[in-house]
C-alpha cells in the first residue's frame, strides 16, 4: 500500500536559518511528488512537484526538494527562511488514480 | 475569483442532520476530489470522480455520498452527520496529476 511518511511534527527554526523538511514515500514504481503548504485558515498552495527529468525541482517562495529514488525520499529545503514561511506543509504522492498526503510539519520561524 | 469554490465555509449542524457541501471549479477540470483533514493526520481522501459518470471511493468513505452534477460541480454529502464528522472539508479539481484545492469548509457537528 502507498503511504508518505513526514517525520516530523513540528520544526522550530530562526529567521535567516536554513530550513529541511523531510519526506518519505513507499511505493513501488515511481510517484509522483508534491509539496504544498497551508497557511492558518487558508486552503493548499502547491509549492512544487517532481513528475520526471531532473531530481533537483525549483518552486515557489524560494523552496527547492530534490528526489531520491534510493533513499524514496522528496525533501524539501530553503536555503533562508523568512518569517512569512511559518505554516504547515505537506508532502503528497500521486499514484494510482489518487494522492496520498503525509501527516504534515508545522514550521514555527522564531525572529 | 478563486478557480474552485466551496460553499459554506464554515458549518455547525447536530448529531443526525443531512448536510451537503458544495463544490464548484471553473478550470475545466475532469477530475474532482473530497478530502477531509483531521489534526495530525493530515488529508485523506473520501471520494474522487474523473467525470460525471465515474464516481470512486477514497479511503474514508463510509458515512458520505457525492454526486457530480455536472463536470464543474461536485458535491458530498453526509446523510446523517456523526461528531467524528467534525473536519475541515476540501474539495479539489485536477487535470492529470497537479491538484487544485478549494479554501475548505469547517464542518462541526454536535
Known amino acids: 500500500a502507498q503511504s508518505v511518511t513526514q517525520p516530523d511534527i513540528h520544526i522550530t527554526v530562526s529567521e535567516g536559518a536554513s530550513l529541511e523538511l523531510r519526506c518519505n514515500y513507499s511505493y513501488g514504481a515511481t510517484p509522483y511528488l508534491f509539496w504544498y503548504v497551508q497557511s492558518p485558515g487558508q486552503g493548499l498552495q502547491l509549492l512544487l512537484k517532481?513528475?520526471?527529468?531532473?531530481?533537483l525541482v525549483q518552486g515557489i517562495k524560494g523552496f527547492e526538494a530534490e528526489f531520491k529514488r534510493s533513499q524514496s525520499s522528496f525533501n524539501l529545503r530553503k536555503p533562508s527562511v523568512h518569517w512569512s514561511d511559518a505554516a504547515e506543509y505537506f508532502c503528497?504522492?500521486?499514484?494510482?488514480?489518487?494522492?496520498?498526503f503525509g501527516t504534515g510539519t508545522s514550521l514555527t520561524v522564531i525572529p | 475569483d478563486a478557480d474552485v469554490t466551496q460553499t459554506p465555509r464554515n458549518r455547525i449542524t447536530k448529531t443526525g442532520k443531512r448536510i451537503m457541501l458544495e463544490c464548484s471549479q471553473t478550470k475545466g477540470h475532469d477530475r474532482m476530489y473530497w478530502y477531509r483533514q483531521d489534526p495530525g493526520l493530515g488529508l485523506r481522501l473520501i471520494y474522487y470522480?474523473?467525470?460525471?459518470?465515474?464516481?470512486n471511493k477514497g479511503e474514508i468513505s463510509d458515512g458520505y455520498s457525492v454526486s457530480r452534477q455536472a463536470q464543474a460541480k461536485f458535491s458530498l454529502s453526509l446523510e446523517s452527520a456523526i461528531p467524528n464528522q467534525t473536519a475541515l472539508y476540501f474539495c479539489a479539481s485536477a487535470q492529470g496529476f497537479e491538484q487544485f484545492f478549494g479554501p475548505g469548509t469547517r464542518l462541526t457537528v454536535l
Open positions: 503528497a504522492v500521486g499514484a494510482g488514480n489518487q494522492f496520498y
Open positions: 517532481y513528475f520526471s527529468g531532473d531530481t
Open positions: 470522480s474523473f467525470d460525471v459518470k465515474d464516481i
